[in-house]
Every structure is written in C-alpha cells, then in structure tokens.
C-alpha cells in the first residue's frame, strides 16, 4: 500500500475516526503539553527581546519592550 493509498483511505474514512473521544483527547493534548510547551519557549523569547532593547531608542525599543512581547 502506498502513502497516497493510506491518505485516502484516511480522507474517506474521516467520520469514523472523529469521535468525541478524539476530540476530548486532542484538547487534553492541547492543554497539557502544547500549551505549557509554547508558553515557555514565549517566555524565553520575551526575556530575549527584552534583553537586546536595553541599548536600543525609538522604534526598536519600543518594538522589542512592548510591541513583540504584547504580539
């Protein structure tokens, strides 16, 4: 069988894999570890952006301080 096979049985077959157990698996999954996940690398990008607007003026101060971060 090949990927292109397997995609379209997948397709076809679509409402048999949706469930409502699925999709409570998938907001736990969301929740649970994408979030705090992304949540941290977001922190760390601020702190950086933080970091490198101490010796900037103007715009790119003001955009590595509180647009971006905000963003």
């Given at each position: ?51 490198s ?6 715009w790119v101060?003001?955009r ?8």
């Open positions: 069988m090949t990927i292109d096979e397997i995609k379209n049985e997948v397709l076809e077959n679509m409402k048999d894999f949706i469930t409502t157990e699925v999709k409570d698996m998938a907001i736990k999954w969301i929740k649970d570890m994408a979030l705090p996940a992304v949540k941290e690398v977001a922190t760390a990008f601020v702190a950086e952006l933080k970091n607007a101490v010796d900037e003026k103007g101060k003001f590595d301080t509180i647009f971006l971060p905000v963003a």
